[in-house]
């Protein structure tokens, strides 16, 4: 055991310290060594890099790093999203990144729900997209302080969107966005991308990697077999980072692969393997084409019900998503430019985390699910009817003078559910550049003497239209079916249209 | 989804009593302990044992990871190598499935045959069987200074030499055994690639000397 120290190949007056105890923690490519005070990791190359690889690195802890810090929310980028390498340091021939540490949430606090044998394993993210391991009978079935709910991969689902939204809009490419490259905690809802020294440069450091299996764009695979230098070859880029980021999202959400299917394309294991996520890719829940539909038979016991597309499709993630999941598996599976954008998917999951409602089934392991518009809308994953009476809140905003116009926004309500400032106002979008005031309720709802009511808490101007009834401060309004509610009387107010389901 | 079969032949005749047997015991179960640590081997691998002293039995049938329970074994009698090939034989013909138009079949099975001794039966009957049902990768294992590994060298290009039939190496040896199903359920998992070499595994620890 010693402490090594390291000067900074960007700033030789930096330098870094690790200890070296012989056996460092072995990733795919580097060998991780941590720091004495365990602040931050040394990373090293196990091979010596090239000069354009070298080169890469450099940017990515300069150049790139300076682009966060100085653009918008650099903190939420920096501490909630990435874990981007800081610095650069060489030994013995050796390049080395430093890495700020992995937070303590992204380790199992119990694992397994049987024994400690993953305790304070890294919660990659494969742990939660596979069916078996929340299967209670699985005998090594996580323990289910550690799944989280429905809400939670909702979140991470947000996070790695802004993520890789964020990698785009400075011109970057993942080009190996996997399960293996994000944490996350579905306890604290929260995911961090890692292992970002292999970002791609487009046109200027080609990939070193085509990716992983599950992930890899059709259209990568289907030119794998062609020369570097053949302009008919196509390397991951940023279109393929939308492939994988939907295929990320969809596991996520539905824990099953979206083109893992029943249909044999060859004989051959490699090569069907390379035609099943290759040129003959196939969405398993296309409406029309039921070539690669899941044979239920041939599942495992354990992946009987998210493993089967049919207890639980892809249309139980809402009208928003569901919309992406088409693009994105049906029309642009084979058209790149197709494929939703980063910012769409964001959107899309936060809109429809607005028309997700509680399960009242208490034991229920999702606990929340999408309103489906049905007349007898029930739970998908317990099967609990909703009880009682549905309030529908439609989103409006004021096109000119009287005139109201539909955002295409849906509020379900429910009990003690918090209205805010981007429901209440078009000027604050939600995204990660809101401040903490911005995330303060200005309203809530709540099922009170047999009613349905809007509590205001921060708006001003808001007012019940059908009455003409101002409704100030700590004032409340009961909702009923064909009622308009402003919101607010400042530019921007949206209007919120009312309806009464499920009577 | 595809099967990685792993099959795991022991040599369990008298010159494995003691230490070496109890160290071999040992060896599975750190090995299905660490396995269960990653959850694409969880999700991948399927692990068989077959060990062989005066006949050769399969002790445990392919079974997933999370089901496998390790029993136990005893040395006694000899070595009945051949009679293991045979009877691995069967079992790849019978327990891994292979594609067919309806369904999956499983990736190329991995087999480690380790002894520390030769065969006291006719060892190439069982392999003319064998060699004509393989398509994985068999790993050989000459553990200690009694093991014969000219016999081992004829079945397969890769085998590996253990100096020593102590508990320290072959806890090491599993140890390698260990990573390499990791490494090839990774690959299978991330690449699509089977893995059909010694070179493509770990390398081993500096006690284990590849020897072909």
Not at chain 1, 15 to 30: A, I, L, M, R, T
Request: one cysteine or more.
């Amino acid at each position: 055991m010693q402490i090594v120290k390291v000067n900074s190949i960007i700033d030789a007056s930096r330098y870094y310290e690790y200890v070296d105890n012989g056996s460092p923690k072995q990733g795919g490519v580097k060998d991780v060594y941590f720091s004495p005070d365990r602040k931050y990791v040394v990373a090293f190359f196990r091979t010596p890099l090239d000069y354009n690889q070298k080169d890469r690195i450099k940017r990515i802890v300069t150049l790139y790093l300076e682009n966060i810090k100085k653009g918008n929310a650099p903190d939420y980028f920096l501490q909630d999203i990435y874990r981007w390498p800081y610095d650069a340091v060489e030994r013995d021939g050796k390049t080395g990144v430093i890495v700020p540490i992995y937070d303590s949430r992204f380790f199992f606090s119990k694992g397994y729900g049987v024994n400690d044998n993953i305790k304070g394993g890294e919660k990659v993210g494969k742990w939660f997209t596979a069916p078996s391991f929340r299967n209670k009978q699985y005998p090594l079935s996580l323990d289910s302080s550690e799944l989280g709910d429905w809400i939670s991969y909702f979140q991470i689902a947000i996070s790695i969107s802004r993520g890789v939204k964020k990698m785009h809009q400075m011109g970057l490419a993942h080009s190996d966005l996997s399960y293996n490259n994000v944490l996350v905690d579905p306890v604290t809802k929260s995911a961090n991308i890692i292992d970002l020294d292999g970002l791609v440069v487009p046109g200027l450091f080609p990939p070193e990697v085509i990716g992983t299996a599950d992930f890899i764009a059709p259209e990568v695979l289907r030119t794998k077999h062609l020369k570097l230098s053949d302009v008919g070859r196509i390397l991951p880029n940023q279109r393929t980072d939308l492939h994988a980021l939907a295929v990320l999202i969809y596991m996520y959400l539905l824990r099953r692969h979206p083109l893992r299917g029943g249909k044999i394309w060859d004989l051959d294991t490699e090569k069907d393997e390379l035609m099943a996520m290759g040129e003959k890719a196939l969405f398993v829940e296309h409406p029309n084409d039921k070539t690669n539909q899941v044979k239920t038979d041939q599942l495992r016991k354990w992946e009987s019900f998210w493993g089967n597309p049919e207890k639980i499709p892809y249309t139980a993630t809402g009208p928003y998503l569901s919309e992406l999941f088409r693009r994105a598996f049906i029309d642009g599976l084979h058209n790149p430019m197709m494929r939703p954008i980063a910012n769409e998917w964001e959107t899309a999951l936060l809109k429809t985390v607005d028309l997700i409602q509680p399960c009242s089934n208490t034991s229920c392991e999702e606990k929340w699910y999408v309103f489906d518009n049905t007349d007898k809308p029930a739970c998908p994953f317990c099967g609990t009817p909703h009880k009682g009476t549905l309030p529908v809140a439609d989103l409006y905003y004021k096109f000119k003078n009287d005139i109201w116009k539909p955002e295409g926004h849906r509020l379900m309500i429910y009990h003690n559910q918090y209205l805010f400032k981007w429901h209440a106002s078009r000027k604050v979008i939600r995204n990660e550049n809101l401040g903490p005031e911005d995330k303060k309720p200005v309203g809530y709802f709540v099922f009170h003497q047999h009613k349905w009511v809007l509590v205001n808490l921060a708006l001003d101007g808001m007012k019940d239209l059908v009455t003409q009834q101002e409704i100030p401060r700590n004032a409340m309004v009961e909702l009923t079916s064909g009622g308009k509610i402003l919101l607010s009387n400042e530019e921007g107010g949206r209007l919120l249209y009312i309806t009464i389901t499920n009577l | 989804m595809r099967r990685l079969p792993v099959y795991l032949l022991l040599d369990t005749s008298g010159s494995m009593s003691g230490e070496p047997i109890e160290a071999v015991k040992n060896g599975v179960q750190m090995m299905i302990h660490s396995l269960r640590q990653n959850p694409q081997a969880i999700e991948t691998a399927f692990v068989s044992i077959i060990t062989f002293d005066t006949t050769a039995i399969q002790v445990i049938p392919l079974t997933d990871l999370a089901s496998f329970q390790m029993v136990d074994l005893k040395a006694r009698g000899v070595t009945a190598m051949g009679a293991a090939l045979h009877l691995l034989a069967d079992k790849l013909q019978n327990e891994v499935a292979s594609t067919t138009p309806e369904q999956k079949g499983d990736w190329k099975p991995l087999v480690f045959i380790m002894t520390d001794g030769g065969p006291t039966d006719d060892w190439q009957r069982g392999h003319n069987k064998l060699k004509a049902v393989n398509k994985g990768l068999i790993v050989g294992c000459a553990a200690g200074h009694g093991a014969d590994d000219t016999v081992l060298k004829q079945i397969t290009n890769s085998v590996v030499r253990l100096d020593n039939a102590d508990s320290e190496s072959i806890s090491k040896f599993f140890q390698w055994v260990t990573a390499s199903i990791s490494t090839t359920s990774t690959k299978v998992e991330e690449s699509g690639k089977e893995v059909t070499g010694l070179e493509q595994l770990p390398p081993p620890p500096s006690k284990l000397v590849i020897i072909a």
